[in-house]
């Protein structure tokens, strides 16, 4: 039989609903699931004597020699499987469990289809493809995405220059409005907070360094002609594992165990949450936690957001650093209550 545009994506699903131990598959049904595949990708269907001839010839010796099976069940009807459980055409690594799950990841994708990100249509239409997955078009499942962040429309070429180990001319605004060109190897793109975050070996006119860059204030960057310098030092994997964020200290900022109590009715929304992965319980009589993290700006900002209900305990230092930013802050509503009242 003559493979035409659609031949393979047929195959696909019947392999997939072949494998499936889980679910007895008719023809009927599977025509049914073929069709809904078929209709969503090229929006033609096929009938009962189509799949019929695919099943003929993915049994074909000379073809796949897939052991599809016939199994009567409920009177006269009968189901299709593969008599081996472990057979695929494709030669799948995947089980139908595996494969479940593959299918929730890709709905979780799928949030972020659309728009700039056309690598990511990209692979979930060859995963779609590749393993016969209907996705769920219900939007069960919801991420936090600020559609009007500066900088989203470069993520797809960031990575991809991350990946392709592909340095770029950055052109890069400060918060006071400064810009500055730097040369930088991408290594590696973190999000925290709803942003997005370019890290990499940065060469400047000041020296090298590994750079932190957030994507909504990068103005735009070229490829620049200069060879890669591979990163042999960081691991990103555990780099940020003693910080809050995405902000490493200088070097001289060592690991503090700072411990925070909380109001009762905010205690255990902070054990539900916990705001570093070293978070621990010293006390739910008197709502006390402890994390063990390198104090950097982030970690102020996720402090400060339970006031009034928290109190910094220890270190000293850092109590002390909180109780002057809140002094400095009340005075400015101390002066707004003064004016006030000499009008």
Known sequence: MPTNKNAQLRYQILDHC??????????????EKVNEALYDMYGTEVSVRQIRDDIKYMRDRVSYNAPIEAVPFEGNKCYYHYSDPNFSIFNNDLSVEELTKLTS???MLGRYRGGNNGWLEEVISSLELRFGIKTNREHIVAFEQN???????????????????????LLYRTYNGR??????????????????FLFGLEQ?????????????????????????IPNTTIDFFTRF???????????DVKIETITLKFEPHRF???????????QKVVSEEECIIQIEVRPNKELESVIFSYFPHVEVLSPDSIREEFKEKICNNLKKYMSVQIDRTDE
Do not use: C
Request: hydrophobic share 35%; glycine share 2%; no cysteine.
């Open 147 to 169: 559609e009007q962040l500066r900088g989203l429309e470069f993520l797809s070429e960031l990575i991809d220059s991350a990946i392709n180990h592909q340095p770029l001319n």
């Open 18 to 31: 072949f494998s499936n131990r889980h679910h007895k598959y008719t023809i009927e049904d599977l025509v």
């Open 241 to 251: 594992d003693d910080v809050v964020g995405v902000t490493i200290p200088e070097d």
């Open 204 to 228: 400047s006119s000041i020296g090298d360094r590994i750079a932190n860059r957030p994507l909504d204030r990068i103005v735009k960057f070229s490829k620049a002609n200069v060879p890669f």
């Open 105 to 107: 990841t890709i709905d």
């Open 179 to 196: 810009e500055m060109n730097v040369v930088i190897h991408p290594y590696h793109i973190k999000q925290y907070n709803n942003r997005w």
């Open 268 to 278: 255990p929304y902070v054990v539900s949450k916990p705001i570093h992965r070293s």
